[in-house]
């Protein structure tokens, strides 16, 4: 059985919206999410701005409420439920993003390394990770640095 896509949006994509989508198809990250959320027995869902819901996913792994795969978010809830928390929704979207920005799968790796990093350095996998930061710590379920310990940024002479 083929799952099917329900529409949730019928706003136009934007210039970067369509670019993003096409890169992530053709970088195969899209497709690696479509793949686990087939495997996943998850409900697909056309979502806004180019996103694709893979609601209901059950694996024990990743621990978080939600996590994209190119321009697929899989989460636990039901895609209702996600289209009600427009910031994690958002937090997702810039993950995509990411995903384009990193040619695909390579993100994977590059995310595992922020956060084993973070993990040393913060304590959390999240707080110090430059994807989590940048994608928003806040919306994304994180904390925010500890105070008096801020996450590293490269002094005027290294940048």
Known sequence: MTPRLVSVSRLPLTGFQKVRLAANVVNGSTLLGLAVAAAARTELRRGPRGLIIAAGYRWLLPFAAAFTLGNVVLCRCTADDLLTRPLLLGHEEKHCSQYAWCLGV?????????????????????????????????????????SGRRPWRPSEGEA
């Open 106 to 146: 390579p993100f994977l790796p590059l995310y595992f390394l922020a956060a084993g990093w973070s993990l040393i350095r913060i304590g959390n996998p999240g707080t110090g990770n430059i994807f989590e930061r940048r994608a928003g710590l806040a919306a994304g379920g994180y904390p925010a640095p500890p």
